[in-house]
C-alpha cells in the first residue's frame, strides 16, 4: 500500500507540471485562431483545447468501466467491481465538466448556453446514464448483489458512449466536429503546429490527471474494504 501510495504521490506531481504547462500553453503560447475565413476567433475557443480532451478522456473512463465489468462477471473478483466504481466516479465528474465548459463556450460562440440539439442532448445522457450508475450503487447494500448489478448497468450503460460520440457525425448538429475538418486554425504553418502541440499536451494533462484521480479512488477504495474486513472480524471475535 505504501508503495502504491508513493507511486501515485510522482504521478500526482507529474500530473501538476503537465498542467500547468497546458495553462501556460493556453494562454501564452498558442497564436490567435482564425476560421476559415481568416477572421479571429474570440477568446473563448480555447475552451476546446480543454473541452476536447475532458470528453474523450471520460470516454476512456467509462471504457475502463465497461472491461472491469466484463471481467468482474467472468472471475467474480472484488477488484474488478472497485476498477469499474472507480472509473465510473472519475468518468462522471468528467462529463459533467463536459457540459459545463460546452455550455460557456456555447454561449460565447453562439449566444446560449443550452439548446436540445441531439449532440448536447446524447451528452447530458452519456453524463445521466453514470449518475444513475452511481445512485445505484448507492441504493443496493448486500456487496455482492452491488457488484453484479451494476456490473450488468456498467455493461449495458455504455452504449451511451458510441451513441454521444458518433451523434455528431451520423445526425445534423450546432456542435463542431470533434475530429476531422478545420478546427479554426488557418491551416499549416507554426500556427498549425501550435495547435496540434497545445490540443496533445492538454490530452496528456488530462490523461494524466484521470490517472492520478483513479489511482486515489482505487487506493481508497481498497482501504475502506480492509477496515470492512476489519470490522467483521472483530465483530465475529
Known amino acids: 500500500m505504501a508503495s502504491n501510495s508513493r507511486k501515485t504521490g510522482v504521478l500526482a506531481v507529474a500530473t501538476a507540471g503537465v498542467m500547468l504547462l497546458a495553462v501556460y500553453m493556453l494562454f501564452f503560447y498558442l497564436p490567435p485562431i482564425k476560421d476559415e475565413a481568416g477572421e479571429v476567433l474570440s477568446g473563448s475557443f480555447r475552451i476546446f483545447f480543454f473541452h476536447m480532451p475532458i470528453a474523450i478522456i471520460s470516454y476512456l473512463a467509462f471504457g475502463v468501466v465497461f472491461a472491469a465489468s466484463i471481467l468482474y462477471l467472468r472471475e467474480k473478483s472484488l477488484k474488478w467491481d472497485i476498477y469499474a466504481r472507480s472509473a465510473a466516479e472519475v468518468g462522471t465528474l468528467f462529463a459533467f465538466l463536459v457540459l459545463v465548459t460546452g455550455s460557456i463556450w456555447a454561449k460565447d460562440a453562439w449566444g446560449w448556453y443550452w439548446i436540445w440539439d441531439l449532440r448536447l442532448t446524447t451528452s447530458l445522457v452519456l453524463f445521466l446514464v453514470y449518475l444513475a450508475y452511481m445512485m445505484l450503487r448507492k441504493a443496493l447494500e448486500e456487496p455482492e448483489k452491488r457488484a453484479r448489478l451494476s456490473a450488468v448497468f456498467g455493461i449495458l450503460g455504455f452504449m451511451s458512449v ?59 477504495e481498497l482501504m475502506g474494504e480492509e477496515l470492512d474486513a476489519r470490522r467483521y472480524a472483530e465483530s465475529e471475535a
Open 162 to 220: 458510441p451513441l454521444s460520440f458518433f451523434s455528431i457525425r451520423l445526425w445534423r448538429s450546432a456542435h463542431p466536429l470533434m475530429f476531422g475538418g478545420n478546427t479554426g486554425g488557418s491551416g499549416g504553418g507554426l500556427e498549425g503546429t501550435a495547435l496540434q502541440l497545445t490540443l496533445l499536451v492538454n490530452f496528456i494533462a488530462y490523461f494524466l490527471l484521470f490517472l492520478t484521480l483513479f489511482s486515489l479512488k482505487v487506493q481508497n
